[in-house]
């Protein structure tokens, strides 16, 4: 696991020295602690380490056209030869690579019998020779998780792919005779060309979604390359297109999944989860699962501990807030599983972590589970160095409350027009419900109050923090005037397209697999696991378990209401019964209190602030009155502050002078 950058270029005024690649490269520290390593076209040997030898200030650039590649290393496997960038034979094809391939030794073998020769033991060089076989062709053969650069010098071409489901990240910028390329933002912003103009719809589709999507970026300029997409670079043209998607449609028609019966589909499910674990557990370096006592988690540690000839090292936090901690269900899980369980007690400290947050996160990123997100892989990095998550089992296999809405709303549309008329009525909206975000009135008047757009429209309006019109209530005149026509619902409204046979929660778990997924959870995960040099592998979203899951009829994930039951009732024999039959918590924080106690002057000295007022993005008086409404508990804004106080402290990071946070707080965990 580890973090890449790097540009190609066209035009000699934009080949860059080594001490810009070295500065590109050691704001990625963190994802890669163990190593760092260099690729010119203009050096001597292409390879170099990127020490201050190496990197002196006295490069003179002499190629039109070439390329530089960075890489930092988390060593994980073939812990001693797998330094890059890596190549092939001849020096001809370079590699800068982040991820993990799973099926390397399988193709290895292959590649061998077809005269490639080895020099190292790594996963990196498979891809090379790969490479030199298929050309871009071949990520359509790795199995894993994945972003990496190919620089072909005899095509003078720049590959990039990233893979199936978005695991790991890819942000791109192109200009005039260039493209650059880095595992995060804020390597792109080392580029002595490098802009820094805030894009204002990507704002407003962070404040519909909680994140900026792909392809769009916070920055003008600058993109993300989409979950199974690949790049070519080439005489300075760029080219994208998709190489994969979950195959939702028309799934009787595929021969890939005949099977017939429940228990087909079943057994089915066992074979390919259990091998997807299996080929995740080959590591050179300490392996553990994280546990939170929900039936994802579980599963993959069950399925760990049934292949392991000792116990697992399990781990989970807990809050001293009872309804943000599972821990119970964490304990008896390990307890029956047999692991060897570790579990700590979180007070978090939002004041110290919101800098941290923002600098790591490079856009603004509005998930709150973020933060205990990052305090787990804290705790599980002091013990191991690869962690197995249960990531992705609830889009896949129905597991969102929400889903139950969408079937709910189903029946509805069904309606004569007359009785949906009368449900959708503005009266509803008049009733008092309670201040708290979830608590049943509101929600009731929350699904009323989505009946009545279009059901794809409706979904984001449930799901969403700030819907279109309280947005464009929040901003400034100047601000609506910049948006023009612009509609943050067609990111999601195109993902939905998509996949237009299946019924329509099944689509919506479709659109949550290529829209949420990616963007929201493994964003979370991929960045607060990387801060903390600590790799994340899913096995649920390998895709040869998405694809199984994608073909699979909605009534065996759900059923009367309840998601997931084909993972509970195939996997029933590693999960305690408390388990199978608990209420879905979510991984989360207090944000309700916080606001009203510890973080109240914050909304103040932030939000309120003359740098926020300056930036002319909202209307004063409609974030006063955001803050105001929340203290006074007429209504629980405390999702909606969160966002702009992430915002506010985004820009503070990036556009007003920047700094580093010192160091993470590691003074909470008990």
Same mark, same amino acid.
């Given at each position: 696991?580890?973090?890449?950058?790097?540009?190609?270029?066209?035009?000699?005024?934009?080949?860059? @020295?080594?001490?810009?690649?070295?500065?590109?490269?050691?704001?990625?520290?963190?994802?890669?602690?163990?190593?760092?390593?260099?690729?010119?076209?203009?050096?001597?040997?292409?390879?170099?380490?990127?020490?201050?030898?190496?990197?002196?200030?006295?490069?003179?650039?002499? @190629?039109?056209?070439?390329?530089?590649?960075?890489?930092?290393?988390?060593?994980?496997?073939?812990?001693?030869?797998?330094?890059?960038?890596?190549?092939?034979?001849?020096?001809?094809?370079?590699?800068?690579?982040?991820?993990?391939?799973?099926?390397?030794?399988?193709?290895?073998?292959?590649?061998?019998?077809?005269?490639?020769?080895?020099?190292?033991?790594?996963?990196?060089?498979?891809?090379?020779?790969?490479?030199?076989?298929?050309?871009?062709?071949?990520?359509?053969?790795?199995?894993?998780?994945?972003?990496?650069?190919?620089?072909?010098?005899?095509?003078?071409?720049?590959?990039?792919?990233?893979?199936?489901?978005?695991?790991?990240?890819?942000?791109?910028?192109?200009?005039?005779? @260039?493209?650059?390329?880095?595992?995060?933002?804020?390597?792109?912003?080392?580029?002595?060309?490098?802009?820094?103009?805030?894009?204002?719809?990507?704002?407003?589709?962070?404040?519909?979604?909680?994140?900026?999507?792909?392809?769009?970026?916070?920055? &003008?300029?600058?993109?993300?390359?989409?979950?199974? #997409?690949?790049?070519?670079?080439?005489?300075?043209?760029?080219?994208?297109?998709?190489? =994969?998607?979950?195959?939702?449609?028309?799934?009787?028609?595929?021969?890939?999944?005949?099977?017939?019966?429940?228990?087909?589909?079943?057994?089915?499910?066992?074979?390919?989860?259990?091998?997807?674990?299996?080929?995740?557990?080959?590591?050179?370096?300490?392996?553990?699962?994280?546990?939170?006592?929900?039936?994802?988690?579980?599963?993959?540690?069950?399925?760990?501990?049934?292949?392991?000839?000792?116990?697992?090292?399990?781990?989970?936090?807990?809050?001293?807030?009872?309804?943000?901690?599972?821990?119970?269900?964490?304990?008896?899980?390990? +307890?029956?599983?047999?692991?060897?369980?570790?579990?700590?007690?979180?007070?978090?400290?939002?004041?110290?972590?919101?800098?941290?947050?923002?600098? #790591?996160?490079?856009?603004?990123?509005?998930?709150?589970?973020?933060?205990?997100?990052?305090?787990?892989?804290?705790?599980?990095?002091?013990?191991?160095?690869?962690?197995?998550?249960?990531?992705?089992?609830?889009?896949?296999?129905?597991?969102?409350?929400?889903?139950?809405?969408?079937?709910?709303?189903? =029946?509805?549309?069904?309606?004569?027009?007359?009785?949906?008329?009368?449900?959708?009525?503005?009266?509803?909206? +008049?009733?008092?419900?309670?201040?708290?975000?979830?608590?049943?009135?509101?929600?009731? &008047?929350?699904?009323?109050?989505?009946?009545?757009?279009?059901?794809?429209?409706?979904?984001?309006?449930?799901?969403?923090?700030?819907?279109?019109?309280?947005?464009?209530?929040?901003?400034?005149?100047?601000?609506?005037?910049?948006?023009?026509?612009?509609?943050?619902?067609?990111?999601?409204?195109?993902?939905?397209?998509?996949?237009?046979?299946?019924?329509?929660?099944?689509?919506?778990?479709?659109?949550?697999?290529?829209?949420?997924?990616?963007?929201?959870?493994?964003?979370?995960?991929?960045?607060?696991?990387?801060?903390? @040099?600590?790799?994340?592998?899913?096995?649920?979203?390998?895709?040869?378990?998405?694809?199984?899951?994608?073909?699979?009829?909605?009534?065996?994930?759900?059923? &009367?209401?309840?998601?997931?039951?084909?993972?509970? &009732?195939?996997?029933?024999?590693?999960?305690?019964?408390?388990?199978?039959?608990?209420?879905?918590?979510?991984?989360?924080?207090?944000?309700?209190?916080?606001?009203?106690?510890?973080?109240?002057?914050?909304?103040?000295?932030?939000?309120?602030?003359?740098?926020?007022?300056?930036?002319?993005?909202?209307?004063?008086?409609?974030?006063?009155?955001?803050?105001?409404? #929340?203290?006074?508990?007429? =209504?629980?804004?405390?999702?909606?502050?969160?966002?702009?106080?992430?915002?506010?402290?985004?820009?503070?990071?990036?556009?007003?002078?920047?700094?580093?946070?010192? #160091?993470?707080?590691?003074?909470?965990?008990?």
């Amino acid at each position: 696991m580890c973090g890449i950058t790097g540009i190609a270029w066209t035009a000699r005024e934009k080949n860059i @020295s080594p001490l810009v690649l070295r500065r590109m490269t050691d704001v990625l520290s963190h994802r890669g602690p163990d190593d760092s390593g260099g690729y010119h076209s203009d050096i001597p040997g292409k390879s170099f380490q990127l020490n201050d030898q190496n990197t002196t200030a006295d490069f003179q650039p002499a @190629s039109d056209s070439g390329a530089a590649l960075g890489h930092r290393r988390l060593s994980i496997i073939d812990l001693g030869t797998g330094h890059q960038p890596l190549s092939n034979e001849d020096g001809s094809i370079w590699i800068a690579f982040n991820g993990e391939i799973y099926n390397y030794q399988e193709l290895r073998k292959e590649l061998i019998q077809q005269g490639h020769q080895f020099k190292t033991e790594s996963d990196t060089e498979v891809i090379v020779h790969l490479y030199e076989e298929q050309g871009a062709a071949c990520v359509e053969r790795l199995r894993g998780m994945f972003a990496f650069a190919i620089w072909d010098e005899p095509r003078q071409r720049l590959f990039l792919a990233r893979d199936r489901i978005g695991q790991k990240p890819l942000f791109y910028r192109e200009t005039t005779d @260039s493209l650059s390329f880095a595992s995060e933002l804020k390597s792109l912003l080392q580029l002595p060309d490098a802009s820094r103009i805030v894009d204002p719809h990507a704002i407003d589709l962070f404040l519909a979604y909680q994140y900026v999507p792909h392809p769009w970026c916070i920055l &003008k300029g600058y993109q993300k390359l989409p979950p199974a #997409h690949r790049a070519i670079y080439e005489q300075s043209k760029l080219t994208v297109e998709r190489y =994969w998607k979950p195959p939702y449609q028309n799934p009787t028609s595929n021969p890939q999944f005949p099977f017939k019966t429940p228990q087909q589909w079943s057994d089915a499910l066992r074979e390919t989860l259990t091998e997807s674990v299996k080929i995740r557990m080959r590591s050179d370096v300490p392996l553990g699962a994280f546990l939170s006592g929900g039936i994802d988690s579980t599963i993959i540690a069950g399925l760990m501990q049934s292949m392991s000839d000792r116990p697992v090292h399990t781990f989970s936090i807990g809050f001293p807030v009872k309804q943000f901690d599972e821990r119970t269900y964490a304990r008896e899980a390990a +307890k029956m599983l047999g692991t060897d369980h570790h579990e700590y007690v979180v007070e978090p400290e939002a004041l110290e972590m919101l800098p941290r947050l923002a600098w #790591h996160y490079d856009e603004p990123f509005a998930d709150s589970s973020a933060i205990p997100t990052m305090y787990l892989s804290q705790v599980t990095r002091q013990e191991v160095t690869v962690s197995l998550s249960g990531d992705g089992g609830d889009e896949l296999f129905a597991g969102y409350d929400r889903y139950r809405a969408v079937a709910l709303s189903q =029946w509805f549309d069904r309606l004569p027009a007359v009785l949906r008329k009368m449900m959708t009525a503005s009266i509803w909206q +008049k009733l008092p419900a309670s201040v708290e975000q979830k608590s049943f009135r509101r929600r009731v &008047k929350r699904f009323l109050a989505g009946l009545s757009v279009p059901p794809e429209r409706r979904y984001l309006k449930w799901v969403g923090i700030f819907d279109t019109e309280r947005r464009h209530e929040m901003y400034s005149p100047e601000f609506r005037e910049q948006l023009n026509a612009f509609d943050s619902d067609q990111f999601l409204l195109d993902a939905y397209q998509l996949c237009p046979d299946r019924d329509f929660v099944t689509r919506t778990t479709a659109t949550d697999v290529l829209t949420y997924l990616p963007c929201d959870i493994l964003t979370k995960v991929d960045i607060a696991s990387m801060a903390h @040099s600590l790799e994340c592998r899913s096995p649920f979203l390998d895709h040869h378990v998405a694809e199984l899951a994608a073909a699979m009829p909605m009534n065996l994930k759900m059923n &009367k209401g309840r998601g997931k039951q084909i993972l509970t &009732k195939t996997f029933s024999d590693l999960l305690p019964e408390s388990i199978q039959t608990r209420k879905k918590m979510g991984f989360g924080v207090p944000l309700n209190h916080w606001f009203r106690n510890e973080l109240k002057p914050l909304l103040f000295d932030v939000l309120m602030s003359q740098r926020a007022r300056d930036r002319q993005i909202f209307d004063p008086a409609a974030v006063e009155q955001l803050i105001s409404e #929340h203290l006074n508990l007429q =209504w629980d804004h405390s999702a909606r502050l969160w966002s702009l106080l992430v915002l506010e402290m985004w820009f503070q990071t990036f556009l007003d002078p920047v700094s580093i946070p010192d #160091h993470f707080p590691e003074t909470v965990l008990t």
